[in-house]
């Protein structure tokens, strides 16, 4: 069975750091594009980028270049996404998905909520 | 890319048939047939639908289809149930590993 199994939820201050993490176990990890979905509270969902494990191949949506790194490990089945200084603004829930093919998300990962609050 | 315009809400009687567009550019919907319907209920993740603009993954109900014309993909639940009451988003490529989602659609069972 495929999974993805996200970290659990976060509670940060402005301008702090932050590596959230999607573990793929049931299928081969490096063989599929993994993409990166936040869904602000009560808002619909908004696609960041995808990244390609088995050669780290990374994109990102234009408007999220910049704010945001994502990066896998193989060698554990892992894919994060990271901040390197929150704003207030990022509060969200973030999910990860697995690309069956082009625009098709088949597994999701139960998603992680991130609060950032002063 | 601007988010793909789906309408706020629709809504059916149980057994009804609903359908949801999603309209958007030459550059997205209109030029790929890489596009796909995710639906999600409260507090839950999305589950996939339909992609390839048609296409059912295992387990997904008949009454579930899509189609499109030219910029605008549609999603139609025939047979409409309970269980259906969820809100839908479709999603695009827009070419260069570059992706958009649908403003969403709340579906209400009458």
């Known amino acids: 069975e495929v999974q993805l199994v996200q970290s659990g939820a976060e509670v940060k201050k402005p301008g702090e750091s932050l590596k959230i993490s999607c573990k793929g176990s049931g299928y081969s990890f490096t063989?599929?594009?993994i993409g990166w979905v936040r869904q602000m509270p009560g808002k619909g969902l908004e696609w960041m980028g995808i990244i390609y494990p088995g050669a780290s191949d990374t994109r990102y949506s234009p408007s999220l270049q910049g704010q945001v790194t994502i990066s896998?490990?193989?060698s554990i089945n892992?894919?994060?996404?990271?901040w390197s200084s929150l704003k207030a603004s990022d509060t969200a829930i973030y999910y990860c998905a697995r690309l069956l093919s082009i625009a098709a998300c088949d597994s999701w990962g139960q998603g992680t909520l991130v609060t950032v609050s002063s | 890319?601007?988010?793909l315009t789906q309408?706020?809400?629709v809504s059916g009687s149980p057994g009804q048939s609903v359908t949801i567009s999603c309209t958007g550019t030459s550059s997205d919907v209109g030029g790929y047939k890489f596009v796909s319907w995710y639906q999600q209920h409260p507090g839950k993740a999305p589950k996939l639908m339909i992609y390839d603009v048609s296409e059912r993954p295992s387990g997904v109900p008949d009454r579930f289809s899509g189609s499109k014309s030219g910029n605008t993909a549609s999603l139609t639940i025939s047979g409409?149930?309970?269980e259906d009451e969820a809100d839908y988003y479709c999603c695009s490529y827009a070419g260069s590993y570059a992706y958009v989602f649908g403003t969403g659609t709340k579906v209400t069972v009458l």
Do not use: I
Not at chain 1, 78 to 82: D, F, G, R
């Open chain 2, 1 to 3: 890319q601007s988010a």
């Open chain 2, 7 to 9: 309408p706020r809400s």
């Open chain 1, 78 to 82: 892992t894919a994060y996404l990271q």
């Open chain 2, 80 to 82: 409409l149930q309970a």
């Open chain 1, 72 to 74: 896998a490990d193989k």
């Open chain 1, 31 to 33: 063989n599929y594009w």
